[in-house]
């Protein structure tokens, strides 16, 4: 076969790392006698030269070699006549920062590829079965079944504050106010990120937010200018919510609060998360009408978080650093954003316990319950932000093959604690159906 490859990279990761996983898939894709075109270097961004030199091609690969959003991507997937792949690279569980984040990347794209009817393979590994990936059966979709549970009622008047607009090729993070209201009851007010930052200027940082911050390991090693325009971001925060009476936010986080404001949101998230306001990043309104829902029902604060890696025993949930301080294993630390490096941002490992997984989803343009269980191991912190590694009931392996044939949103929000069957009886409420991830592939076996 001729197979037209794509490899996706963003420099804001560690390009050098990326060049070496670059090389080894490469080489995989040479010694298996398939004809190989299109571009061998990383692509930085959309290339419409790369697009070219594809179109020929029985097979489009995708190698998603760092995150990227799906833009590109899905115009690639969605313009091309013949089969389309993806093969996504995992990185060492080690502490460090995130080189790569390609799972994420990966989840992103499968999103948006099932909003468009477009059906693909994937494989999430070093070293994959190419026969399977280029040639073996492609994802077919999984949806939510009705469930049964007893209605459970949910706050038909939560107020959601939207502050800037969805980064692009985030489908994601998209929403329709007058779906959104029509299932939920939730208002959504319109705020925009200038605004934001001229009142977080004029808003000096607030002694909670200061004793918050002076109580983490290492916060007088970051830069003084940054951690006090990141704790103005909080004043602005709690401002805004005591004013519009708001239950939850998304917040259009990057890359303006650091190339125009200069100070991270992260730390700001954390402290509202863990005072019951939670926060969603990349302006995800379903993130935090999913997260709003979640506290409600657990009665506990909520950390909306990625799955950044599943290696068939276990995932990672991450997030930059914006986990509710309550859920830490143990010392909390203060750092930098990795890769935008400055502050403020809360570093630890989430505490062991039985955790729920919970989204609000639009996969597939329809609404449904989507929820998973586990337990929170005791382990290292995987990488550096705010993460936890997950042992999950059904199966790591059976529920990532869930997110993916799903087209689940990468964010999902968790709480401590299982409630499973409440949220089943809050997808009853909605009338909408619900998809535990894993069961599909439990049921199937």
């Known amino acids: 076969m001729k197979i037209g490859i794509l490899p996706l990279a963003r420099p804001t990761f560690d390009v050098a790392f990326a060049e070496e996983k670059l090389a080894a898939m490469l080489a995989a894709l040479d010694a298996s006698g398939h004809e190989v075109v299109g571009s061998r270097a990383l692509l930085m961004g959309p290339d419409e030269g790369a697009l070219d030199a594809v179109s020929g091609a029985d097979v489009l690969l995708i190698l998603?070699?760092?995150?990227?959003?799906?833009?590109?991507?899905?115009?690639?997937?969605?313009?091309?006549?013949?089969?389309?792949?993806?093969?996504?690279v995992p990185e060492p569980r080690v502490g460090g920062r995130l080189r790569l984040n390609a799972f994420c990347g990966l989840n992103l794209l499968s999103h948006a590829l099932g909003l468009n009817n477009r059906r693909f393979a994937w494989a999430y590994g070093d070293t994959v079965d190419l026969d399977a990936l280029l040639s073996g059966p492609e994802v077919a979709p999984v949806l939510g079944?009705?469930?049964?549970?007893?209605?459970?009622?949910?706050?038909?008047?939560?107020?959601?504050?939207?502050?800037g607009e969805r980064p692009e090729g985030f489908d994601t993070c998209a929403y329709d106010a007058a779906a959104l209201r029509g299932l939920t009851g939730a208002e959504v007010t319109e705020l925009t990120?200038?605004?934001?930052?001229?009142?977080?200027?004029?808003?000096?940082?607030?002694?909670?937010?200061?004793?918050?911050?002076?109580?983490?390991?290492?916060?007088?090693?970051?830069?003084?200018?940054?951690?006090?325009?990141?704790?103005?971001?909080?004043?602005?925060?709690?401002?805004?919510?005591?004013?519009?009476?708001?239950?939850?936010?998304?917040?259009?986080?990057?890359?303006?609060?650091f190339t125009e404001y200069g100070?991270?949101?992260?730390?700001?998230?954390?402290?509202?998360?863990?005072?019951?306001?939670?926060?969603?990043?990349?302006?995800?309104?379903?993130?935090?009408?999913?997260?709003?829902?979640?506290?409600?029902?657990?009665d506990a604060p909520v950390f909306l978080a990625d799955l950044v890696d599943m290696d068939g025993e276990t995932g990672v949930v991450w997030h930059c650093g914006q986990a509710p301080a309550s859920m830490a294993a143990g010392a909390r630390g203060a750092t930098v954003h990795t890769n935008r490096k400055q502050a403020l941002l809360m570093e630890f490992a989430l505490k062991p316990g039985r955790v729920?997984?919970?989204?609000?989803?639009?996969?597939?343009?329809?609404?449904?319950v989507v929820i998973a269980t586990g337990e929170v191991t005791d382990a290292p912190m995987a990488f550096t932000g705010t993460s936890g590694t997950v042992r999950f009931d059904r199966g790591a392996d059976a529920v990532c093959r869930d997110v993916m044939a799903s087209g689940l949103e990468h964010h999902m929000a968790l709480a401590y604690g299982d409630y499973a069957?409440?949220?089943?009886?809050?997808?009853?409420?909605?009338?909408?159906?619900?998809?535990?991830?894993?069961?599909?592939?439990?049921a199937a076996r």
């Open 145 to 163: 079944v009705a469930t049964d549970a007893a209605p459970r009622a949910i706050r038909r008047d939560l107020k959601i504050a939207r502050i």
């Open 193 to 257: 990120l200038p605004d934001l930052f001229d009142r977080a200027r004029a808003t000096p940082a607030r002694p909670e937010h200061v004793a918050q911050a002076e109580a983490l390991g290492g916060v007088a090693e970051l830069d003084a200018g940054e951690l006090d325009r990141s704790l103005r971001l909080a004043g602005a925060l709690d401002d805004l919510r005591a004013e519009h009476r708001f239950d939850a936010m998304a917040i259009r986080c990057w890359p303006e609060t």
């Open 64 to 88: 998603q070699v760092t995150f990227t959003d799906a833009a590109f991507a899905t115009r690639a997937a969605t313009g091309f006549a013949g089969r389309v792949a993806i093969w996504a």
């Open 421 to 442: 069957d409440a949220l089943a009886g809050v997808a009853a409420g909605l009338g909408v159906p619900v998809l535990e991830l894993g069961a599909a592939r439990e």
């Open 263 to 298: 100070g991270a949101v992260c730390g700001p998230v954390s402290m509202l998360g863990e005072a019951r306001t939670p926060c969603a990043c990349e302006a995800d309104v379903y993130g935090a009408v999913t997260q709003a829902i979640l506290q409600d029902v657990a």
């Open 356 to 368: 729920t997984l919970f989204r609000l989803s639009q996969a597939h343009g329809r609404a449904q």
